[in-house]
C-alpha cells in the first residue's frame, strides 16, 4: 500500500508549521494533523507576546549592550543547572542552541519578513553570582507583531507548499495511536471530530463522526505541552517547588493536555525530565476570558513591592522580574498559593505590561503610534487599564489603611496586619532619596535605570510609595499561571526520538514542548526567557530538515 506522504506533522503549532514548512522545501510531500480547526492553526505561539533571545544582535549594539556568546552560554548554563545522567542530550541541544540564537537566527527570520520591535527588554534578570541564574544583559526581542507576527512567516510558507501540493491539512483528526512495522513508526491512526468553527482559543467539540488511518515514512510529534491539564501539571509537580497549587489558572487553552504526549509514551518513546516545568506567578485571572480558568502574566517592572500572603516582603533577589521559579518556590513554602503587588499609579502607568497577543495591540497591529502613547499616555496602557477597572485581582485605593482592608476582604482571609505591611513600605520608602542605597530592590531599581532602554519605557522613576501625588495606591493579587512544559521526549540533534530501551526509534521525531523544545529539555531547570518561542523554531527546523533528509 502507497504511503500517503513521505512524512506526518503532529500538530499545527509553530513547531509543527516550522517543520512541515521544512520539509515541504526539501520536495517532499507532508501532510500536518490537528485536532483543532483550521482557526486555530499556530497554536500557542499566536497568543504570545513574541518574545525572542537573541545574542549580540544589532538591536542590543544599538542600544549600548555588549553581550556575547561566551557571556549567553555561561548565563543559560547557570540557570539550567543540569545534573542529571539524562542531561547528555539536553545540554548538547543548550549548546546547539545559544549559537544558533548568536549565530544565524536573526538572519533566518529577518530573511523571511520577520521584525523586530527597536528596544530590547530584560526578563529573567537573576541576582545571584555571575554565574547563576539570570540574563546579564537585556535579550527578550519583542517581535514587530507579537506572537503573530511569528507565525505569519511559517503559515505563509505552508499555505504556499499547499498551494503547490506539497502539503495538506488533516483538521480535526486526532490522533489515537500510531503504526508500527518491523519496530518502525510508520503512520498513525485515530479519530475526525465534528467540524467546529468556535473561536480560536475556545473549547471545542469532541464528538467523533469517523476513523482515519494515515501512512508515512517518517512522523514529528509537535503536540505541545501539559499546561492546560492541571490534573496533570500537579501529578508532575516537582518536591523541590513545594506542594502543588490548590488554585491555578490556565496560560494555555484546554487542549494543551499531554494526551499526545502520553499516546507517544505508551507507543515507547522515552519521556524524560517531567518534573521541569515553568509557571508564572504573576498571574491575573482574566476578567474577559476565551478559554477555561484563562489567565493572564503580568510583565512587571522592577519597582512594585511583593509580599507573600501574610504581608512579608519576598527576600532578596526575589523581586520583579528576577527569578520565577525562586519566586515560585518561596511563595510555596509560606503555605499559600498566592502573593500581592502594591504599587502606584505612576509604576502601573509606565511599569506594566501584559503578557499575550490580544493584550498589545498596538505592538500586534503593528501601530507606531499607538505603542508611542505608552510613553505619552497619562494611564497605564488601556489593556492594563481595563484589568485595573475591571480584574478580579486589582484593588485601587487612595490610602494604605483602605487598601490593606481591602486585600484582606479579597483574600477573605484577614492575614495581613496594617501596621507590618505599612512599616515594610515606609522603610522601603525612607530608603529612595539616596542613589546609593542598602535595599537591594532600590539597587536594582537603580541598575535598571542605567540601561537606556529601561529608563524610556519600563523603569520609573524612583519614589515613596506612600507619597499621594503619585497615587492612587495599588495591590494585585497574584495567582499562579500554568504555562510551559520543560522536560519532553528524547531526542539526537536530528530530533530523532530516543526509545525506552535508549536505541532511536525508527522513524519518530519530536519538536516543540512536546521535546522540552529539544532533547527532552535543553532550559533545564531554568528559562532565559524568549527561549520558548526560539526553541519551537530551532527544533522545528531540526525536525523537518532531518526528517526529510531521511525519507527515500
Not at 548568536?102 to 533566518?108: I, L, P, S, Y
Not at 523586530?116 to 530584560?122: E, Q, R
Not at 495591540?361 to 485595573?388: C, H, I, Q, Y
Not at 499561571?481 to 521525531?509: A, H, N
Amino acid at each position: 500500500m502507497a504511503d500517503d506522504a513521505d512524512v506526518i506533522v503532529i500538530g499545527g503549532g509553530l513547531s509543527g508549521l516550522v517543520a512541515a514548512a521544512e520539509i515541504a522545501d526539501a520536495g517532499k510531500h507532508v501532510i500536518v494533523i490537528d485536532q483543532e480547526g483550521e482557526q486555530s492553526l499556530g497554536g500557542q505561539a499566536f497568543w504570545s507576546f513574541g518574545g525572542l533571545f537573541l545574542v549580540d544582535s544589532p538591536e542590543q549594539r544599538r542600544l549600548g549592550i555588549k553581550d556575547s556568546h561566551d557571556l549567553a552560554l555561561q548565563d543559560w548554563m547557570g540557570s539550567a543547572g543540569f545534573d542529571r545522567d539524562e542531561d547528555l542530550w539536553p545540554k548538547r541541544w543548550a549548546e546547539a542552541y545559544v549559537a544558533f540564537a548568536a549565530g544565524e537566527k536573526r538572519d533566518w527570520l529577518r530573511a523571511m519578513g520577520h521584525r523586530i520591535f527597536p528596544i530590547v527588554g530584560w526578563a529573567e534578570r537573576g541576582g545571584y553570582d555571575a554565574m547563576s541564574h539570570g540574563n546579564s544583559v537585556p535579550r527578550f526581542h519583542v517581535t514587530w507583531g507579537t506572537g503573530p507576527g511569528v507565525v505569519e512567516p511559517f503559515e505563509r510558507r505552508v499555505r504556499e507548499a499547499e498551494t503547490n501540493g506539497n502539503l495538506s491539512f488533516r483538521f480535526r483528526h486526532r490522533v489515537d495511536a500510531f503504526s508500527i512495522t518491523g519496530g518502525a513508526i510508520d503512520g498513525v491512526t485515530g479519530a475526525i471530530l465534528e467540524p467546529s468553527n468556535v473561536e480560536r482559543g475556545k473549547s471545542s467539540s469532541r464528538n467523533v463522526i469517523g476513523e482515519f488511518a494515515l501512512r508515512a515514512q517518517a512522523v514529528v510529534v509537535a503536540s505541545g505541552g501539559i499546561g492546560g491539564n492541571h490534573d496533570l501539571v500537579r501529578k508532575n509537580w516537582p518536591p523541590r517547588l513545594g506542594e502543588p497549587p490548590k488554585s491555578l489558572i490556565s496560560g494555555v487553552p484546554e487542549h494543551v493536555d499531554g494526551r499526545m504526549i502520553g499516546i507517544t509514551e505508551a507507543a515507547g518513546a522515552r519521556l524524560i525530565n517531567r518534573d521541569r516545568m515553568w509557571h508564572y506567578v504573576e498571574g491575573l485571572r482574566n476578567w474577559s476570558p476565551i478559554w477555561p480558568r484563562h489567565g493572564i502574566r503580568i510583565l512587571p517592572g522592577p519597582s512594585p513591592m511583593w509580599f507573600d500572603a501574610l504581608g512579608r516582603r519576598l527576600p532578596s533577589p526575589l523581586f520583579p522580574g528576577s527569578d520565577t521559579l525562586g519566586q515560585l518556590q518561596y511563595i510555596m513554602s509560606t503555605g499559600y498559593d498566592y502573593s500581592w503587588f502594591v504599587l502606584t499609579q505612576s509604576i502601573i502607568k509606565k511599569e506594566f505590561a501584559l503578557s499575550g497577543s490580544e493584550q498589545n495591540p498596538d505592538l500586534t497591529g503593528k501601530s507606531w503610534r499607538m505603542t508611542l502613547r505608552r510613553a505619552t499616555n497619562k494611564g497605564a496602557p488601556a489593556p492594563v487599564e481595563a484589568f485595573k477597572k475591571n480584574g478580579a485581582d486589582f484593588i485601587v485605593r487612595d490610602t494604605i489603611e483602605e487598601l490593606v482592608g481591602a486585600m484582606n476582604a479579597l483574600a477573605g482571609d484577614n492575614l495581613l496586619r496594617l501596621e507590618h505591611l505599612k512599616a515594610q513600605i515606609e522603610a522601603r520608602d525612607r530608603e529612595i532619596e539616596n542613589p546609593y542605597v542598602k535595599d537591594t530592590q532600590v539597587m536594582n531599581i537603580h541598575n535598571a535605570r542605567h540601561y537606556i532602554g529601561d529608563r524610556l519605557i519600563r523603569t520609573t522613576k524612583p519614589h515613596r510609595i506612600l507619597d499621594r501625588a503619585h497615587g492612587p495606591l495599588i495591590a494585585v493579587k497574584l495567582n499562579i499561571l500554568t504555562r510551559k512544559t520543560l522536560g519532553g521526549f528524547e531526542t539526537d540533534l536530528d530530533s530523532r526520538v530516543f526509545g525506552s530501551d535508549g536505541k532511536i526509534m525508527p522513524g519518530l521525531y519530536a519538536a516543540g514542548e512536546a521535546a522540552g523544545f529539544g532533547g527532552g529539555g535543553m532550559h533545564g531547570y531554568r528559562s532565559l526567557e524568549g527561549t520558548f518561542l526560539g526553541g519551537c523554531l530551532f527544533s522545528g527546523r531540526s525536525a523537518g530538515r532531518a526528517a526529510a533528509k531521511a525519507v527515500a
